[in-house]
């Protein structure tokens, strides 16, 4: 599989632990030193405004998707490489998730989690097969993990879904799961 570009599902907000932010601008740095193009949704607050300005200051490649409705509320960045501005919230998610070759997962809210879950439904259901990676920033993605198992163990999903998604503690060891999906 060829990863030229990477979808950052991520909050639109801080979150408690300055750790949060730091892995996300590293991550951005990271992902342009790889060349992979960053495809994220738009805003240029929380998050998602340090993965992207982390990009950018590295000369990466960014493309940025936002709901008309967020352009304010998400200080939507139109200074990136690509820039477009959707109808509807469905209509963002898609246009990253086709735009992009693999998924990763930063510290988030319920829009970050909606979003996952939307790829890793589409991954179940066959139509993707795109590497999913979460980054679990001081074990903030934990009880996801349990609740996955949870999941699998009472018979709602086959084991495989939670194969679809690859755990990684820090922005290096998750560039290095998408470049060993790369190859």
């Given at each position: 599989?060829?990863?030229?570009?990477?979808?950052?599902?991520?909050?639109?907000?801080?979150?408690?632990?300055?750790?949060?932010?730091?892995?996300?601008?590293?991550?951005?740095?990271?992902?342009?030193?790889?060349?992979?193009?960053?495809?994220?949704?738009?805003?240029?607050?929380?998050?998602?405004?340090?993965?992207?300005?982390?990009?950018?200051?590295?000369?990466?490649?960014?493309?940025?998707?936002?709901p008309e409705?967020?352009?304010?509320?998400?200080?939507?960045?139109?200074?990136?490489?690509?820039?477009?501005?959707?109808?509807?919230?469905?209509?963002?998610?898609?246009?990253?998730?086709?735009?992009?070759?693999?998924?990763?997962?930063?510290?988030?809210?319920?829009?970050?989690?909606?979003?996952?879950?939307?790829?890793?439904?589409?991954?179940?259901?066959?139509?993707?097969?795109?590497?999913?990676v979460v980054?679990?920033?001081?074990?903030?993605?934990?009880?996801?993990?349990?609740?996955?198992?949870?999941?699998?163990?009472?018979?709602?999903?086959?084991?495989?879904?939670?194969?679809?998604?690859?755990?990684?503690?820090?922005?290096?060891?998750?560039?290095?799961?998408?470049?060993?999906?790369?190859?």
């Amino acid at each position: 599989m060829s990863i030229k570009s990477v979808c950052v599902y991520c909050g639109s907000r801080h979150g408690a632990d300055p750790a949060y932010a730091e892995a996300a601008r590293e991550t951005g740095t990271l992902l342009a030193h790889e060349g992979l193009q960053l495809v994220y949704g738009a805003g240029d607050v929380g998050l998602m405004g340090e993965v992207a300005r982390a990009a950018q200051a590295e000369g990466g490649r960014t493309f940025g998707v936002i709901p008309e409705h967020l352009v304010r509320r998400e200080v939507g960045k139109s200074d990136l490489s690509t820039y477009v501005v959707t109808e509807t919230m469905h209509e963002r998610k898609k246009v990253m998730l086709w735009n992009a070759d693999a998924i990763l997962l930063l510290p988030g809210g319920a829009g970050s989690l909606d979003e996952l879950f939307e790829a890793l439904t589409w991954r179940q259901l066959g139509l993707h097969g795109k590497p999913i990676v979460v980054l679990n920033t001081n074990g903030y993605w934990d009880p996801l993990r349990a609740l996955l198992r949870q999941v699998t163990e009472q018979g709602f999903a086959g084991p495989e879904t939670a194969d679809y998604l690859i755990w990684a503690d820090t922005p290096v060891a998750a560039i290095a799961a998408l470049r060993d999906a790369r190859s």
